[in-house]
T-cell receptor, first 114, second 112 residues
């Protein structure tokens, strides 16, 4: 079956611009996670959704970052007033229940802020 | 102290060698432990869960030492295809769900 997909695969933007990153989880997966990964680092937790609600957004670095999952499936991560330090790979993962052992990752969106 | 710590490597080993990675974690209340594999410029994928009694999957053996708060991954008879970054993953007990923390990863390069 189809895995987790993310679009775009690459995004180049200028400092100060607004960007949206999209994640399509595996069909039927209720849990969805967003991570950010910088070079040489492991994925860093940003936010977790169970269904439509953000159950834990403690990893969002500041109020420029926001994520939604209005119908409990597709999720969008939104970054306002982008900064050069936001450049990273943004990974989305889903699992089949909140206590699911395995998280299935998408290929990521590589964001570059010039 | 970082929540999950790994030696970043790289570990350069010849084909056929045995190599072991350790990972330490800071929260003694953590209950779930995993090793993920990440190929260069690819997404992480679950390699194996780590059980209290230790577990083996082919050439891979994972062990947990709760007293010392570390987990290990042993790879026997290394193959070129084992070259990747191995991420240690530990659950965060403060989350009421499967919130996990990733280590920085240990890079393995298997040399012909």
């Amino acid at each position: 079956g189809a895995g987790v997909s993310q679009t775009p695969s690459n995004k180049v933007t200028e400092k100060g611009k607004y960007v949206e990153l999209r994640c399509d989880p595996i069909s039927g997966h209720t849990a969805l996670y967003w991570y950010r990964q910088s070079l040489g680092q492991g994925p860093e937790f940003l936010i977790y959704f169970q269904g439509t609600g953000a159950a834990d957004d403690s990893g969002l670095p500041n109020d420029r970052f926001f994520a939604v999952r209005p119908e409990g499936s597709v999720s969008t991560l939104k970054i306002q007033r982008t900064e050069r330090g936001d450049s990273a790979v943004y990974l989305c993962a889903s699992s089949d229940r909140s206590g699911g052992t395995e998280q299935f990752f998408g290929p990521g969106t590589r964001l570059t802020v010039l | 102290r970082k929540e999950v710590e790994q030696d970043p490597g790289p570990f350069n080993v010849p084909e056929g060698a045995t190599v072991a990675f350790n990972c330490t974690y800071s929260n003694s209340a953590s209950q779930s432990f995993f090793w993920y594999r990440q190929d260069c410029r690819k997404e992480p994928k679950l390699l194996m869960s780590v059980y209290s009694s230790g577990n083996e999957d082919g050439r891979f053996t994972a062990q947990l030492n709760r007293a010392s708060q570390y987990i290990s991954l042993l790879i026997r008879d290394s193959k070129l295809s084992d070259s990747a970054t191995y991420l240690c993953v530990v659950n965060d007990p403060s989350g009421g769900y499967q919130k996990v923390t990733f280590g920085t990863g240990t890079k393995l390069q298997v040399i012909p």
